[in-house]
């Protein structure tokens, strides 16, 4: 399941440690290549639901209200959509720029675990 979020749930600290990775999609309502890659976005969201590693999905839209475009800009850098990003225990881990079908939304999230479990295995 894909959770919408807004740049005030972005603001609020996570609780920590938290073994949870966050996947986040930074969206725009009218961008085709958002459009286009958001079914399967949410298939991978399903098809992780029930996995050992605990993983949630979210998006944002990056481009309104004008406020949030800002926020997201200034706060993760972020200039175009779609762009993906995960983040574990509330810090950056890898992001993915342009969207794509299941094959590299799957890619992005194995990548993502990857890279967690390269940064923070065993470490609690």
């Not at 890659?37 to 949410?42: D, G, L, R």
């Not at 004008?66 to 200034?74: D, G």
């Amino acid at each position: 399941m894909v959770t919408e979020i807004t740049m005030e749930d972005m603001r609020t600290p996570l609780p920590e440690p938290d073994n949870i990775i966050r996947i986040v999609m930074f969206y725009g309502p009218t961008c085709g290549p958002c459009k286009a890659t958001m079914p399967h976005y949410e298939m991978i969201s399903n098809m992780f639901e029930n996995m050992p590693v605990d993983i949630k999905f979210f998006k944002i839209n990056a481009w309104e209200p004008s406020e949030q475009r800002e926020f997201v800009s200034q706060v993760y850098g972020v200039s175009g959509v779609p762009h993906f990003r995960a983040f574990f225990r509330g810090e950056f881990v890898v992001d993915k720029i342009g969207g794509g079908d299941e094959v590299a939304m799957r890619a992005f999230i194995y990548q993502a675990i990857d890279e967690v479990f390269k940064l923070y295995g065993g470490k609690e």
